[in-house]
């Protein structure tokens, strides 16, 4: 009976698999249909433009503390960059800021008369780079819409705790980038400005719910950016669209003013993070954001001998709901294993690691016991009625996204329970904790495929739970870009650590960064 058992269970697997493959293929040919012919972002108009643009934002900060560019220059080079090629992303919510133009002129100035001491470049690591945040994070003065209707003339009078701190290290807010309705999206789409376009194939989707960001970083609109992070905010938007992007342990950096988060949430999710087309800008970036009090914990500063870890990795989540993995993402895994195999001289081990398959669950039990209320964010403080809702987007009336009602059903639909939620997030948590200790790091799948077209995670949006589980668990996360896929979309990779082992993370995303190039470029390169 065992063995029929077995028969059966696999005959159910690899008919759940076709499924998926089908479903897939129609959705990529009918949306592919609909959305009609491949284009990307174009380039910037010069050499010159392309080699100031397409620089790190360490490069940039030494460019300008050494007056070999003027920040002002930087500055307005990005501005343009925004301006010329918005109207293909459809990212900016607010800016480019005009205001940034006369900050980066002043910083000049004081440069060229010597005003800066070495502790004054030593606090400000960012001097005169351009920086860009979503839109759900506060900046002074600035809309603070939240992808609303609701909050369509809405601007924030203070800044978020991370904004604040990025300011004060020296960089310069150029713009804010969209967001889907309160962040609960795996797409930057909502009723105000529409949907981002990804600079890769504008008909696909940038991810969510930092997609805005992620788009900006990765067309060379900006030097940086600060995403947010609850459920793969941050490194869903990375791996769509080829970038970087970190989320920390949890707690590691202060949520005030990040989605009306007070800072002083004990038990959260989320976590703000920086966001960069290199991967040798997040360190630097991390240590500014940093709460002082964790600094000591999580020791950014301390050499990491890449020779001395363990390395693991998984081959699938093993949720029936996502899509299987594909060839072209199973070769990434095979890549990394070879080369970090060199690295250590040791085997990359396959990690068996319980309750993966439970990944949607558990992150839907966790969301919640978040203590922010989504329904009522969606509300702008009033308490909405999926069905009515439903009714009025079925008659063209409502305010909000199609997405955006799905979480208005979600949370009317039947709970999680409670004890078993708890008990697996315990036993996976305590068993990738033991596997790891604090010197191991592990390869996890960014998600089974590539960037979808808009629209398709309507229909299949399961695939996140690749991203989400680290979100259950509270451990620090990498998105790193690995290469284009045959489609010349972007592939990717994550890598974990254990709580506080951020630098592990970092570390090792810099490797690949140097072993397998990083960033691509959305735009062909002039020579």
Not at 110 to 127: A, G, H, I
Request: positive net charge.
């Amino acid at each position: 009976s065992d063995i029929l058992m077995s028969f059966w269970s696999h005959v159910l697997n690899a008919l759940l698999a076709l499924i998926h493959i089908l479903t897939d293929r129609l959705l990529e040919f009918a949306l592919g249909w609909y959305l009609g012919p491949f284009k990307r972002v174009p380039g910037p108009p010069s050499l010159d433009q392309q080699v100031l643009l397409s620089k790190s934002a360490v490069e940039l900060a030494q460019l300008i503390r050494e007056r070999k560019t003027r920040s002002y220059d930087i500055v307005k080079a990005y501005c343009e960059r925004i301006e010329s090629v918005n109207r293909d992303l459809n990212a900016v919510v607010d800016g480019p800021f005009p205001e940034a133009l006369d900050q980066a002129r002043e910083i000049d100035r004081k440069l060229s008369k010597k005003e800066y001491s070495d502790e004054d470049f030593r606090r400000q690591p960012f001097l005169g780079v351009p920086f860009t945040t979503k839109d759900s994070t506060a900046v002074a003065g600035k809309l603070h819409t939240l992808g609303l209707l609701s909050r369509k003339s809405e601007r924030s009078s203070t800044d978020a705790e991370c904004v604040r701190l990025m300011k004060e290290s020296g960089a310069i807010i150029i713009a804010t980038s969209n967001v889907p309705e309160v962040n609960k999206w795996i797409e930057s789409r909502n009723m105000l400005i529409g949907g981002t376009n990804n600079p890769y194939d504008l008909r696909r989707s940038v991810g969510g719910s930092s997609g805005g960001e992620a788009a900006l970083i990765a067309a060379c609109c900006t030097g940086f950016g600060l995403g947010t992070d609850i459920g793969g905010s941050i490194r869903i938007p990375a791996f769509n669209c080829g970038v970087f992007g970190h989320k920390p342990t949890a707690g590691a950096v202060n949520m005030a003013g990040c989605t009306f988060r007070t800072g002083k949430e004990k038990e959260t999710m989320v976590c703000a993070g920086p966001m960069s087309r290199f991967g040798r800008d997040l360190l630097p970036m991390m240590q500014v954001l940093v709460e002082p009090s964790l600094k000591s914990k999580l020791k950014l500063d301390e050499q990491v001998d890449l020779k001395r870890l363990r390395y693991f990795y998984v081959a699938s989540n093993g949720m029936a709901q996502c899509n299987p993995v594909n060839r072209e993402t199973e070769r990434v895994m095979y890549k990394i294993r070879k080369h970090f195999e060199s690295v250590g001289g040791k085997e990359v081990r396959h990690a068996n690691i319980p309750n993966t398959k439970l990944t949607g669950k558990m992150w839907r039990y966790w969301m919640t016991q978040e203590p922010a209320n989504f329904n009522l964010l969606l509300g702008n403080g009033a308490e909405l009625n999926p069905f009515v809702e439903l009714f009025k987007k079925i008659l063209g009336q409502s305010d909000y996204s199609m997405a955006a009602i799905y979480g208005l059903i979600d949370s009317v639909l039947p709970k999680e329970s409670e004890r078993l939620m708890r008990e697996a997030t315990t036993k996976c948590k305590k068993a990738l904790e033991e596997l790891l200790g604090d010197d191991g790091v592990l390869f996890y799948h960014s998600s089974p495929r590539t960037a979808p077209f808009h629209f398709y995670p309507l229909v299949k949006f399961n695939d996140f739970a690749y991203f989400s589980l680290f979100n259950v668990l509270r451990l620090p996360a990498t998105q790193v870009p690995m290469g284009l896929d045959s489609k010349g979309v972007p592939l990717g990779i994550q890598v974990v650590a254990n709580a506080n082992n951020d630098r592990l993370c970092l570390a090792v995303a810099e490797e690949l960064e140097r072993t397998f190039g990083g960033w691509v470029p959305p735009f062909p390169l002039k020579q």
